[in-house]
């Protein structure tokens, strides 16, 4: 066109240009052009190693979804490949967990602009914090909290404490729904694991598969007095109350069934002024803090009295310093017999909480035999070995205490991945992308299941395979438990949680050629094959629970040739299993589709349901730009693109 020529107008006679006349002007203008091109070059190449370093770079740094060339080519990667798959480990930005944002008056229009907001705040902080208990759990009010204390790497013991205590043997059906009566979490105090070791993989996967942990970055050992803070402070800001808190460290035994019957009984012979939430029962060891129970009043009460108790003698703790000052009125209402000293020194009683007394015998230490305790016991502390715990409970014929609400049991379960490779990769992103789908699960009534187990096992098996193939054993092991599973792989972020399982699987009903019936009768896998790819993409698919299905995963796990072929391992085995016989007629395949339920982040548009990040490197930072982009989306904001373009 004339207006992109180097000067006015579409002729080229003139007699002369910008670079002059003739052969020496022809010189000139090359010239000009051999230095213009030397300095875009400088640019480009200064540009590029400004975008590198950048710590939050840009969505298109990742190369677009693979080609049909590329996906079944041997050394490529496609959308499908695991971190073991990947070479180039350690670049990503683990300063990108605390640039999250959460806008409150979002206006952005695309990933690019949110990513290149750098306001840390606090408040913008908060989308990306180590408090998903606080997050997700269990908002309301409960009977009886019990919270334990537990040092980051005591995993075993915990999980030891959720099956005794409540019956919690594995999460293929996760309480998602908590009875009002009792609830727990685990509060943990010291430092975490030391990034990228086998220790701290295996804390970011229990986070993902139980979301009852909860750190306090100001406590570095058990300290009751902190614990009590943080309930009277945190839990209370975020909208958690309770009649009656428990406290123990987790080298504590309690009889959870036994202190309710105790509380109750207490309760029933109060004055008829005085509420059970005024009582607290400890150890009548001054020194001994493995376990309390306080009422929810008995607490508020004890930090009104903290400032007059400051100057208490002899005392470390404040219910320690409360109590001694509560046993001294007690004497001291024994002797005097004045009219006056006994009613200032009941009504200062009132003002108090109220201590059980007489009891204490029933809070003992363990003495390293069964022997020594008996069977009323309500807390035995120090008990250090596992076998010791076991013990006790089949000792004291521990009756675990049921949290869940079975009525409306989910039938369907959102599935994924809580496996950290052992680059550690994901370890910065792995437990708030399982949160993205977790609060999707819990809005819609649906369980979230995280497994590793199944992706460690790998390396046991006589034919060795790949690490991905934990998948399969994964989706094996959990769909026998629900009508549906919605697998997710870990690297896939939710961006519009309003759009439900149940609201696309009645979509693609009513879209299947043969018509409803049809569907319900024959469907059993649905699984997309996104535009320009050759074969399904794994990672998000429906499965129905149906013996078909079952007799599939069977022969995908079978399938040996892709056991160690990459990219598609997996992916690869249940792409050649739908093509043929009875197989193809149960699975209703999306052919190039990119926007029912598996977006890629280049092809994302508006309202899309999930974005599915894999790069040809690390997923971690692409990971925590979608949930920047998710976050952003929930609170009202526009993004049009994930595609700076």
Not at 11 to 16: A, F, K, M, Y
Not at 58 to 86: A, F, H, K, R, V
Not at 249 to 278: A, C, G, V
Not at 379 to 394: C, E, G, I, P, T
Request: charged letters at 25%.
């Amino acid at each position: 066109m004339a207006g992109e020529l180097p000067f006015p107008g579409a002729h080229r006679n003139e007699p002369s240009t910008m670079f002059g006349a003739g052969k020496f002007g022809r010189k000139r203008k090359g010239l000009f052009m051999l230095l213009v091109m030397a300095v875009l070059c400088v640019l480009w190449f200064n540009s590029d190693i400004s975008g590198k370093n950048s710590s939050l770079s840009n969505i298109d740094d990742y190369p677009p979804p693979l080609s049909t060339t590329d996906i079944m080519s041997n050394d490529g990667l496609n959308m499908g490949d695991t971190e073991e798959d990947i070479l180039s480990t350690g670049d990503y930005d683990e300063e990108l967990q605390s640039e999250i944002l959460s806008e409150t008056n979002p206006d952005s229009h695309t990933i690019t602009d949110i990513i290149d907001n750098n306001d840390t705040s606090t408040e913008l902080k908060s989308v990306i914090e180590d408090t998903p208990i606080i997050k997700n759990y269990m908002p309301g009010h409960f009977r009886y909290l019990v919270v334990v204390a537990s040092n980051s790497n005591n995993r075993d013991r915990r999980q030891l404490i959720r099956e005794n205590y409540f019956g919690l043997v594995d999460n293929l059906q996760p309480c998602m729904k908590v009875e009002k009566n009792m609830n727990y979490l685990f509060y943990i105090y010291g430092d975490l694991p030391k990034s990228k070791t086998a220790e701290r993989r295996l804390y970011e996967t229990e986070k993902m598969e139980w979301n009852d942990l909860y750190r306090d970055d100001n406590s570095q050992s058990f300290n009751q007095d902190n614990i009590l803070r943080w309930v009277s402070t945190t839990l209370s800001d975020r909208g958690i109350s309770f009649d009656h808190l428990i406290i123990q460290d987790d080298y504590t035994f309690i009889q959870i069934n036994y202190i309710q019957q105790i509380i109750q009984k207490e309760s029933s012979e109060l004055p008829l002024d005085r509420k059970s939430t005024e009582i607290i029962w400890k150890s009548s060891n001054s020194k001994a803090e493995d376990v309390l129970i306080i009422g929810s009043d008995a607490l508020n009460s004890a930090f009104e009295q903290e400032e007059a108790l400051n100057d208490y003698p002899s005392a470390d703790s404040l219910l320690t310093k409360l109590h001694d000052y509560y046993t001294s009125i007690q004497v001291q209402l024994k002797f005097i017999t004045a009219k006056e000293g006994r009613t200032r020194l009941t009504k200062l009683a009132r003002t108090l909480p109220i201590f059980i007394q007489g009891k204490e015998d029933k809070f003992l230490k363990w003495n390293n035999h069964i022997e020594s305790i008996p069977p009323m016991s309500v807390a035995v502390s120090h008990v250090y070995q596992s076998n010791d715990f076991n013990v006790l409970s089949r000792h004291l014929n521990l009756a675990p205490t049921s949290l869940c609400k079975h009525i409306d049991k989910p039938t369907i379960a959102v599935l994924t991945s809580s496996f950290i490779y052992e680059d550690s990769c994901m370890e910065p992103s792995a437990s708030y992308a399982a949160d993205n789908k977790r609060d999707y699960a819990l809005a819609h009534g649906y369980s979230f299941v995280a497994r590793s187990t199944e992706f460690a096992q790998q390396s046991l098996y006589e034919e060795k395979r790949r690490t991905v193939w934990g998948k399969i054993d994964a989706v094996e092991k959990v769909l026998p438990k629900y009508d549906w599973i919605f697998w997710m792989d870990m690297d896939a972020v939710i961006m519009n949680p309003d759009i439900s399982v149940h609201t696309i699987l009645d979509e693609l009903r009513n879209q299947y050629p043969d018509g409803p019936q049809a569907f319900e009768a024959n469907i059993d896998l649905v699984i997309a094959k996104p535009m320009h790819d050759k074969m399904i993409n794994a990672g998000v698919f429906f499965l129905r629970n149906t013996k078909w299905s079952l007799d599939f995963l069977q022969q995908v796990q079978h399938t040996t040739g892709w056991f160690n072929k990459g990219p598609s391992y997996e992916q690869g085995a249940m792409w050649d299993l739908i093509q043929y016989g009875e197989n193809k007629r149960h699975v209703m395949l999306l052919d190039n589709d990119d926007h029912t339920f598996n977006t890629f982040p280049k092809k994302y548009q508006p309202g899309d349901f999930i974005v599915h990040f894999a790069p040809d490197k690390c997923p971690n930072p692409a990971v925590l730009k979608g949930l920047k982009a998710s976050q952003l989306l929930k609170q009202g904001g526009i993004i049009d693109s994930l595609d700076e373009a």
